[in-house]
């Protein structure tokens, strides 16, 4: 997403606090995913078929969505999150979102129900949540100005980033309270999200706290 007026390009990875972000940087703008506005690059692009407020600096690049000149004057920045946790943001995100019903192995294989997101229909295409963090951030030359933490969204300078006086920060959609992210891991789910996403992990230096308490452990050793 860009705001030529704030003159900052933020590289919004799908579950990373972004809807907060996107709302202060367009002055609390309301967008229709479903239509592309190439002002802020919001929106489905039917001609690229990918929402534009989730592409990569590849994709950003590559399609023209961006210019060389943009994003070289422009602040760049983007938020992460611990990849565990990440994906059992959007496993319960995409569940209620398009009202499926599975299991997280079923999330993680994109099986069954869950297959439906891999469809290049904006209505149902959710796969893009499930890139790697690296992939949105890594490419060639480019790089960004600030790569943020998403645990540590309350410390960002938004004033800063925007050039504004005054601003009021804070977490648009709050998620509801859940059970802590490791409680819906058994052991070899953690080691497959742990080799999924070992590029995040090695690169930010993620690590899984576990938290899972006797009875998820028991219960987890029958998934």
């Not at 961006?66 to 569940?95: A, C, D, G, H, V």
């Amino acid at each position: 997403m860009i705001s030529h007026k704030h003159k900052c390009i933020f590289l919004h990875i799908p579950k990373c606090a972004g809807t907060t972000v996107n709302q202060l940087i367009s002055d609390n703008k309301n967008f229709n995913y479903l239509e592309p506005d190439y002002e802020y690059l919001y929106g489905w692009c039917p001609e690229r078929k990918l929402f534009m407020q989730h592409a990569t600096i590849e994709e950003l690049i590559e399609t023209d969505l961006i210019s060389n000149e943009i994003w070289n004057s422009y602040n760049k920045f983007t938020i992460i999150r611990n990849p565990w946790e990440r994906l059992i943001s959007s496993y319960n995100w995409i569940k209620s979102n398009l009202s499926i019903k599975g299991n997280l192995n079923d999330f993680i294989e994109l099986r069954n129900e869950f297959s439906k997101i891999k469809n290049l229909d904006p209505k149902t295409y959710r796969k893009d949540h499930l890139k790697a963090q690296s992939e949105f951030i890594f490419y060639k030359n480019y790089s960004l100005n600030n790569i943020y933490r998403f645990e540590d969204l309350h410390k960002i300078d938004f004033k800063k980033i925007l050039n504004r006086d005054y601003i009021e920060i804070y977490h648009l959609k709050k998620s509801k309270k859940r059970k802590h992210y490791s409680n819906y891991y058994s052991k070899k789910q953690e080691d497959i999200i742990g080799k999924l996403y070992i590029n995040d992990i090695k690169s930010f230096n993620f690590q899984f706290e576990d938290k899972r308490s006797f009875l998820s452990k028991l219960k987890n050793l029958f998934e």
